[in-house]
């Protein structure tokens, strides 16, 4: 089954062909301007430093970012062409990117549920521990374990001639790559997501369940529930559009599943659903999060602005000016300034002082 994804049933042209194209074609532009546009409005918006979870956000979009521009295009052509025509290479860091990305951005998603528990459980205390230093320890952490796990790919698949025709089709044998394969679901998918189902699971109890009117009523507390809200919705989407690729591999291995023209659909739905779920996170921070809508209006709109305030500092020049003339004068013009600009001052304090009195007497 490994090996057939590489054998595309339709041939090149026909209207499967071209579907595909189509929808990874629309997975690759959506991914890349949404998840382009939120690093923008995040780092643009200064709130990278400020926020924790900024931090996550951005590292979270930088590994969807990789993930599209990097494996999108290169599967949508295995999916399409008639062999593989990117060399050897190409075949072996192509697929190790696709887990690279993957592992990153689970053990990301595992990263933020953590940091979210700490910071609406244990507020006091996790002052001294949610710094941006400590942040960027932790990505650096995440992104260490992911080339740890994903670094077996490397030779797990490789360029060869079948009958005369060059595919990129795994080289371990059949123990192999079952252990491997059950290894990237079990740190890949199962561990993240049972940690994500714990973390949550306990900080939806404590926001909801825990009796304090002061904090209820605070707009901090608001914030936090906003903010784990948005992030929720983000960690089960990413287990929902995981979810059918983890299954068919498991089915690969120990279920029924033969190969044919059905099961070849399976795998590319399988593939399709993972890869949008790098184009669902942007929706998600648009639609839930107002801070990012507001930051959106402020990047972009900053353009717009800038001509009515120019418009408005435009016009006093001339009574600035006017007004260095006169003290630049030589002395009698001075001397005459001078009496002007007396004369000028207790005109206006008289007319200031009518006005106030005809407003008490109205």
């Known amino acids: 089954m490994n090996a057939s ?25 959506a991914g890349t301007v949404g998840n382009s546009l939120v690093l923008a409005v995040v780092l643009r918006g200064g709130r990278a430093s400020a926020k924790i979870t900024s931090v996550f956000i951005v590292n979270l979009c930088a590994a969807d970012l990789g993930f599209i521009v990097l494996c999108v295009p290169v599967q949508a052509a295995v999916y399409t062409l008639p062999e593989w025509r990117f060399g050897s290479l190409a075949c072996r860091t192509a697929h190790f990117a696709v887990y690279l990305t993957m592992h990153a951005s689970a053990l ?31 990505i650096g952490v995440v992104w260490a374990v992911s080339l740890v796990l994903s670094s077996p790919y490397l030779s797990y698949y ?18 192999q790559r079952r252990a491997m394969d059950v290894c990237t679901f079990v740190f890949g998918y199962l561990i993240p997501v049972l940690v994500l189902s714990l973390t949550y699971a306990r900080t939806i109890r404590y926001l909801w369940t825990s009796v304090d009117p002061v904090q209820d009523a605070s707009e901090c507390r608001r914030a936090k529930r906003r903010v784990t809200k948005m992030i929720i919705i983000v960690a089960v989407l990413f287990c929902l559009c995981w979810l059918p690729h983890h ?75 006017s007004l260095v003339e006169v003290g630049s004068s030589e002395g009698s013009n001075q001397s005459e300034g001078l009496g002007r600009a007396r004369l000028w001052s207790r005109s206006s304090r008289k007319m200031m002082s009518s006005t106030f009195m005809t407003f008490n007497v109205t």
């Open 108 to 138: 990301t998603l595992t990263a933020v549920s953590l940091d979210r528990y700490l910071a609406i459980r244990y507020p006091l205390r996790a002052r001294e521990m949610r710094t941006p230093r400590n942040a960027l320890i932790c």
């Open 158 to 175: 490789q360029q060869m001639d079948l009958d005369g025709t060059t595919v990129c089709i795994p080289a371990w044998d059949y123990q």
């Open 5 to 29: 994804q590489h054998f595309p049933v339709s041939s090149n042209g026909t209207v499967e062909s071209v579907l595909i194209s189509a929808v990874f074609s629309f997975i690759f532009v």
């Open 247 to 321: 299954l068919v591999i498991l089915c690969m291995w120990f279920g029924h599943f033969p190969l044919n023209h059905t099961t070849y659909v399976l795998r590319i739905l399988s593939h399709l659903v993972a890869y949008t779920n790098s184009c669902l996170n942007p929706i998600v921070y648009a639609l839930v999060s107002k801070h990012f809508r507001k930051g959106f209006r402020k990047v972009f709109g900053r353009v717009g602005k800038k001509r009515p305030v120019q418009r408005v500092h435009a016009a006093p020049p001339a009574q600035t000016v």
